[in-house]
């Protein structure tokens, strides 16, 4: 795993040093609101219903043992003994303290961890695949290619102040985990007809108000000249970017309005002036990046171990378990283990102080301390032997952390909504929890198969409704809470954006509706289709007839 | 049931929602909200609000409207009421310790 060097450390203590006495300057009285509101949002501490929330960015997913431990830490001591993890790959805490965050910060430092950049129109954490480094059909590690953006990226100059937020995300394998076309910036590793490993580059993806899909702007990039084009890309976008009008800020609006050809044109001429530039990287460079992704040492394991075998026998729930947390890894003999934080009924996203302390524990154990966030809200022990799956699942279970079911009808993406988030219009949480509950009830029942229902409490899409095979959006009509329906998004290779199927649907009736929905395709369904092949391939109209049944 | 104005402000210190009382302070307490007959007057005071320093010093004052019923005072959105009586879900280090 990647660990500081001496710069990162210096620079991270003077940081918080710095927040310190900006923060005891607030509380004195010497700087107003006013003053003090950008310089708390650059160290990731937002204002939100309850208190303030510190969101703690988690580069590329990647987690130590050590730095699980510090954010159990930091739930316990500064917060009401819980965290959440985000569809950033980030951790936000509710519970905050302004008085307490110099000490909060200092803590997480330790553990080589902060809240820079994750607010404010500059450059954010850079996500990867949560599979990095371990997928079968993994081509190149991409938190190599995090981790040189993240170094580029942390406090450049001319891009602190862009015309709004900026989001990357990174791929290294053909089948996109990470959702890279709705991103400013998404990044695909692949091999060219010659052979060689370089990058596709995609521009103008996102959710929100205007949801968009992005656009290819270059088929193949060679590797050391990523941050060249990309620093190529972010110029055009400082440069032309509306800064006039905040819903019209983000480069998808740039791209889609200019087109993507034109936008190529504009990148490919900055970087012709710099491309061989300062900003060209050194196969050195890029080695000595590297080395901080080896793969650890596995030992050699059985790739049919017997005990594996009996236990999947003899227990329904472990074989159930293992067919949908379980993995294969590149490696013979191991395994991925995804980790569910959605036990139905449950607040998807949240992991109690206890929880992730028990997690370090096991991820030492079985994943050679590391652990991965995932942009679903889940946790993955990356290198788990398979020999080891029987008692690390009933470690998991005893800590409620074994819910079979990635992926599944109950794996809820829902973003914090009005229980907590001053920009919502409507609840997310408790909608997730119930229909976590009836949905997992279906599944139990119909075998649902893959299925994503995605849930934001406003526009802003932080839940990315937009790209769940059913998206709900909470809105607000007249002081009451509404849910708009949207089918048919999808945020893997073959992405794409939901339609909305009709009016929006009244709090007390949106579980009954997304239920309904889900039975009428279990009655249209054909061999082994999930709800996203069946609705497109029969269409809106059935789902539509059930909608206005229910409501 | 009768619609009046009242302030709301979060407290600087620990971000925690405060309500402005009627002897003009800040309390955690909803039940202790300072009822007032018109937005504009509570619109000057939530104003006002931001210039004050100190331990009880507030952070974006703003005005509400709440429903009185004999005694009982809520406030009309489900935001505020979320507010004043915090998530309407269990979080899940509660739920555990519940368990
Ligand atoms: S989608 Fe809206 S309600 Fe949900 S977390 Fe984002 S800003 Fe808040």
Known sequence: MYRYDEFDHDFLAERVAQFGDQVARRLSGELTEEEFRPLRLMN??????????????????????????????VARRYDNGYGHF???????????????????????????????????????????????????????????????????????????????????AVTGSPHDRAAVRVHDIGLRLHRNEAGEIGFEVMVGGGLGRTPY?????????????????????????????????????RIKILVHALGAEKIAELVEAEWQQMRDGALKLPQATIDAISTHFAPPDYPTRDPMPPQLMAARLRDPDFARWLRSNVAPHRVPGYAIVSISLKPEGAPPGDCTAGQMDALADLSERYSFGETRVTHEQNLVFPHVAQEHLPELWRALDALELATPNIGLASDIIACPGLDYCSLANARSIPVAQHLGQRLGALDRQHDLGNLQVKISGCINACGHHHVGHIGLLGVDKNGEEFYQITLGGSAADDASLGAILGPAVAYDKVVDTVASLVEGYVGLRENGERFLDTYRRVGAAPFKERLNAAR | MTVAHAVTA??????????????????????????????????????????????????????????????????????????????????????????
């Open chain 1, 44 to 73: 990731g501490l937002y204002l939100q219903l309850h208190a303030y929330m510190l969101r703690i960015a988690i580069p590329y997913g990647t987690l130590s043992a050590t730095q699980l431990r510090a954010l159990a830490h």
């Open chain 1, 86 to 168: 985000t569809t950033r790959q980030n951790m936000q805490f509710n519970w905050i303290k302004l008085e307490e965050v110099p000490q909060a910060m200092a803590d997480l430092a330790a553990a080589e961890m902060h809240g820079i950049q994750t607010s404010g129109n500059c450059i954010r954490n850079v996500t990867a695949d949560q599979w990095a480094g371990v997928a079968p059909d993994e081509i190149e590690d991409p938190r190599v290619w995090c981790e040189i953006i993240r170094q580029w990226s942390t406090l450049h100059p001319e891009f602190s102040f862009l015309p709004r937020k900026f989001k990357i």
């Open chain 1, 213 to 249: 899909i992005a656009k290819t702007i270059r088929e193949f990039l060679p590797k050391q000249d990523l941050l060249s084009y990309l620093e190529a890309i972010l110029r055009v976008y400082n440069q032309l970017g509306r800064r006039d009008n905040i819903y019209k800020a």
């Open chain 2, 10 to 99: 979060n407290r600087l210190r620990d971000g925690i929602p405060v309500y402005r009382t009627e002897d003009g302070g800040w309390s955690p307490q909803f039940s202790a909200v300072g009822q007032l007959a018109t937005a504009a007057e509570a619109e000057a005071i939530a104003a006002a609000a931001g210039a004050v320093n100190g331990k009880d010093a507030v952070v974006g004052a703003y005005a509400i409207t709440v429903e009185v019923d004999g005694a009982a005072v809520r406030p009309t959105s489900l935001r505020e009421r979320i507010r004043a009586e915090g998530p309407t879900v269990q979080p899940l280090a509660a739920m555990r310790k519940a368990s």
